[in-house]
């Protein structure tokens, strides 16, 4: 017999070798942030186009079949349009960006559904959000104020479904519903890090922990999306 939870592991992992790949190329080349490009977009896009294309290998039938992966399909293409914004923030695009992520949360929060509820794990996250927001609103002004409090609560909603997916008390847990867990928390952390980097003071190494854990977030989030195939490959094999 063959687990769920181990099927797709091997079988994934090939298609997310452009992703790696990508991945690589941004980091080695390191672009200035200084002079924003459209190669520089390009650059920065990639990844996220190649998660893409992970999810349309699958097949449009499968995407056709199964809403939660058409809706975090829809999420990498607002995240690409936000990265490609966030690119020219110094030229007045930071909330072009910023509007651009709340939307990919509000079609991931949609993908990982509102069952099972899991009160607990909401009052977490929602302890969280708001210790986030104390931190940041001493250093916020103007509109920010209540963009940064309405973003930093699509997000948190958005964790709190990727959270209470994930039961492992029940054993009812699968790889896929890890995956969406970790890439939620880790995107909250990447973006924490930029809101705390852009209005209260310089983080070390800012640009490599953001990246670093936005690209790995997304890739976790993609992943999630396969859960439904893997579940009927896993019982073909059986």
């Known amino acids: 017999k063959t687990s769920p939870k181990t099927?797709?592991?091997k079988s994934e992992g090939p298609k997310l070798v452009p992703f790696f790949k990508a991945t690589c190329v941004y980091f080695v080349l390191w672009l200035?942030?200084?002079?924003?490009?459209?190669?520089?977009?390009?650059i920065k896009c990639l990844p996220i186009f190649c998660l893409w294309v992970f999810l349309l290998a699958h097949g449009f039938s499968f995407l056709g079949a199964h809403s939660s992966a058409r809706k975090i399909l829809a999420g990498l293409i607002f995240s690409a349009l936000g990265d490609a914004f966030l690119i020219w923030q110094e030229q007045g695009y930071f909330v072009h960006g910023l509007l651009m992520f709340a939307i990919t949360h509000i079609l991931y929060s949609s993908a990982f559904g509102m069952k099972?509820?899991?009160?607990?794990?909401?009052?977490?996250?929602t302890a969280v959000s708001s210790l986030s927001y104390m931190l940041l609103y001493p250093?916020?002004?103007?509109?920010?104020?209540?963009?940064?409090?309405?973003y930093i609560g699509l997000i948190g909603f958005m964790g709190w479904r990727a959270v209470a997916g994930l039961q492992l008390a029940n054993d009812l847990w699968t790889w896929t519903k890890m995956s969406a867990c970790l890439g939620a928390v880790l995107f909250m952390v990447s973006d924490l890090t930029i809101a705390v980097n852009k209005f209260c003071f310089p983080v070390p190494h800012s640009r490599a922990i953001i990246m670093a854990t936005y690209y790995a977030a997304q890739?976790?989030?993609?992943?999630?999306?396969?859960?439904?195939?893997?579940?009927?490959?896993?019982?073909?094999?059986?």
Request: charged share 10%; aromatic share 8%.
């Open 219 to 238: 890739m976790l989030i993609a992943l999630s999306a396969v859960e439904c195939q893997d579940v009927e490959v896993a019982r073909k094999r059986t």
């Open 7 to 9: 099927v797709p592991v």
């Open 139 to 150: 250093y916020l002004s103007g509109p920010f104020t209540y963009l940064v409090a309405v």
């Open 32 to 42: 200035p942030t200084s002079s924003p490009s459209w190669f520089s977009a390009l």
């Open 116 to 125: 099972p509820l899991n009160v607990s794990a909401g009052l977490i996250i």
